[in-house]
Nanobody, 128 residues
Framework: VKLVESGGGSVQAGGRLRLTCTAS????????VAWFRQAVGKEREGVAF???????DYKDSMKGRFTISKGNDTNIVVLEISNLKPEDTAVYYC???????????????????????WGQGTQVTVSS
């Protein structure tokens, strides 16, 4: 699956952004999608997960300001971020996976090593 992220940019603290992940390739296989982010000098961390049935899951620290949802087209997954903070500054990536769809462990679902297809990322910069 090929993934392309878009929607990043520079915003002031308190603003909001809508990131889009567009998938192309074999759409017959039901895969899961997740959003990750990686700040400079830090490890890539999971943000939100969407199961093949559309069920969302979030990293505990991301609940409340992050919303993952399906776009108007079935091959689009959206991540909306509200009340942006400077610590949200990072490159945001979407990822697709198959085996991870069967995971029930919350932390394992959002572990970067469990995902095999990645987009190129979109930069989000939040100024105070």
């Amino acid at each position: 699956v090929k993934l392309v992220e878009s929607g990043g940019g520079s915003v002031q603290a308190g603003g909001r952004l809508r990131l889009t992940c567009t998938a192309s390739g074999d759409q017959r296989v039901p895969y899961c999608v997740a959003w990750f982010r990686q700040a400079v000098g830090k490890e890539r961390e999971g943000v939100a997960f969407m199961g093949s049935d559309g069920t969302p899951d979030y990293k505990d620290s991301m609940k409340g300001r992050f919303t993952i949802s399906k776009g108007n087209d079935t091959n689009i997954v959206v991540l909306e971020i509200s009340n942006l903070k400077p610590e949200d500054t990072a490159v945001y990536y979407c990822a697709a996976g198959l085996v991870v769809c069967y995971y029930r462990d919350h932390d394992l679902r959002l572990a970067a090593k469990e995902w095999h297809d990645w987009g190129q990322g979109t930069q989000v910069t939040v100024s105070s």
